[in-house]
């Protein structure tokens, strides 16, 4: 299985400062049809189920403030919130769907500081 | 509006059966692949088990040879059944399309 691994666990950002968190997955999930990443990212918040954010590494999914951004390459990414809002108070999860046995990080809560 | 509806979560005894639903409406069901993703209490999420649009499935290590994934087509509803239940599995369940679509979840519970 292919393993995803998140950092930090928990990171404290002023409100309007940038969050980044990062995933790193032990294998290439490189989709040779399109040559594109199948990681994802989403948004979830208590009671909630989670929320798409982004795909394909780095494509906002529909509704998704443009303050949320994603990057990286080969088996290193990262989702930046480049202004963090207090509604962005949330866990995220990165995920692979390069196979159909899909895997999660472990996730990152964000808080405001 | 796209709408994932899951039901048939309850408090079940370890070793015991239970099958989840979730009815699907808002789109052509039988055009998409569909996903469960479980969700411990107070932990991430963990994929167990994905079925084609031709019906091919897979399924996680955790919950080989126990968790069966169905769909009907015809009733535009993906089903779950779960036997050999175990503490473990102590989880609320999504039904998932794609990437894009999660329901609200239902809850299970194994608890003698």
């Known amino acids: 299985d292919i393993v995803m691994t998140q950092s930090p666990d928990s990171l404290a950002v002023s409100l309007g400062e940038r969050a980044t968190v990062n995933c790193k997955s032990s294998?290439?999930?490189?989709?040779?049809?399109?040559?594109?990443?199948?990681l994802g990212w989403y948004q979830q918040k208590p009671g909630q189920p989670p929320k798409l954010l982004i795909y394909?590494?780095?494509t906002r999914a529909p509704g998704v403030p443009d303050r949320f951004s994603g990057s990286g390459s080969g088996t290193d990414f990262t989702l930046t919130i480049s202004s963090l809002q207090a509604e962005d108070v949330a866990f995220y999860y990165c995920?692979?769907?390069?196979?159909?046995?899909?895997?999660f990080g472990q996730g990152t809560k964000v808080e405001i500081k | 509006e796209v709408q994932l509806l899951e039901s048939g979560g309850d408090l079940i005894q370890p070793g015991g059966s239970l099958r989840l639903s979730c009815e699907v409406s808002?789109?052509?069901?039988?055009?998409?692949?569909m996903s469960w993703v479980r969700q411990a209490p107070g932990k991430g999420l963990e994929w167990i088990t994905a079925?084609?649009?031709?019906?091919?499935?897979y399924y996680a290590d955790s919950v080989k040879g126990r968790f069966t994934i169905s769909r009907d087509n015809s009733k535009n509803t993906l089903y779950l059944h779960m036997n050999s239940l175990r503490v473990e599995d102590t989880a609320v369940y999504y039904c998932?399309?794609?990437?894009?679509?999660w329901g609200q979840g239902t809850l299970v519970t194994v608890s003698s």
């Open positions: 079925i084609s649009k031709s019906f091919k499935t």
């Open positions: 998932v399309k794609d990437l894009d679509y």
């Open positions: 808002g789109l052509t069901f039988s055009n998409y692949a």
């Open positions: 394909w590494a780095s």
């Open positions: 995920q692979q769907y390069s196979t159909p046995q899909w895997t």
């Open positions: 294998q290439s999930i490189l989709y040779n049809s399109n040559n594109k990443n199948s």
